[in-house]
């Protein structure tokens, strides 16, 4: 009897424990955040994968070949949030495909570059100078923007960021501006005595964004800036405001600074400064 009841008293004793077990288990169950990414360059992705995995939070990611099936996923519910467009272009694209959809942080910009073979320096562009722009509307008003910055031409306060050479206001140089087909931004750099080449040509063609343009855009063109997104319902889940949190963190831009040259900048800009 006395055998019998030691039994129970350990088989009791050992439920607990395991109970016990299976609670502190439970409490170590790492979250799932499945991030979408446009192409294969994951390298800043993964090391704060790598953080967020010391803090519980296993992140997933998901590469797309496009610009459109991010959103698409993440407005199905298929991601948790994603990571690659711009504040530009995302509010041209939920506002088209009328998505709920909302920013939870910034993160890079890749800097559109104002280059020349003649001149060091902005102040150098002479009267009637002949300055080369990207041809399709988007990326001719971001030109102009950088221009405008730039001091060299004026733009109306309701400027809608469609570039058309009827919309300079003003052009106390009298530049001449020269539309060309994207791609051929660098080439034509012989020929004109400025060219405005977006970052991903110019590095492919072999320029430093920083060190080689004399003008660039920084955190100041603030539509230009990448974001993490979400949902607008999850835009404040306390994992994906961590996630943010982690990124913006000077490690992280550190890493940018060192692994892309310039050709990103680590643009922490708040949500709150962003129009969107």
């Not at 016990?20 to 409490?27: L, N, P, R």
Request: glycine fraction near 6%.
């Amino acid at each position: 009897m006395k055998k019998l009841f030691l039994f129970i008293i350990l088989a009791v004793f050992s439920t607990v424990l395991s109970a016990c077990g299976d609670s502190e288990g439970s409490g170590d169950k790492k979250e799932t955040v499945k991030i979408g990414i446009s192409g294969t360059d994951d390298r800043v992705w993964k090391y704060v994968a790598e953080k967020a995995e010391k803090e519980g939070i296993e992140i997933k990611l998901v590469s797309f070949s496009d610009y459109v099936q991010p959103n698409v996923a993440l407005a199905e519910g298929d991601l948790d949030a994603n990571s690659f467009q711009t504040v530009s272009y995302f509010n041209a694209f939920i506002k088209e495909r009328k998505l709920d959809l909302a920013p939870v942080a910034t993160t890079v910009i890749a800097p559109m570059g104002l280059y020349s073979e003649k001149h060091k320096s902005i102040n150098d562009i002479p009267n009637g100078a002949t300055i080369a722009v990207p041809n399709e509307a988007t990326n001719m008003g971001r030109a102009f923007l950088l221009l405008q910055e730039a001091g060299l031409i004026t733009l109306p306060k309701d400027f809608d960021g469609n570039g058309s050479l009827d919309k300079i206001v003003d052009n106390p140089k009298n530049i001449k501006i020269e539309p060309v087909v994207a791609g051929q931004t660098p080439r034509v750099l012989p020929d004109v005595d400025a060219s405005i080449i977006n970052n991903g040509i110019a590095v492919d063609a072999g320029f430093d964004p920083i060190k080689d343009s004399i003008f660039h855009e920084d955190a100041t063109a603030k539509p230009y800036i990448n974001i993490i997104a979400a949902r607008t319902e999850d835009k404040n889940r306390d994992v994906l405001k961590r996630i943010a949190e982690l990124y913006q963190e000077d490690d992280v831009a550190k890493l940018i600074e060192t692994e892309f040259k310039g050709a990103q900048i680590p643009t922490f800009v708040p949500l709150s400064e962003i129009d969107y």
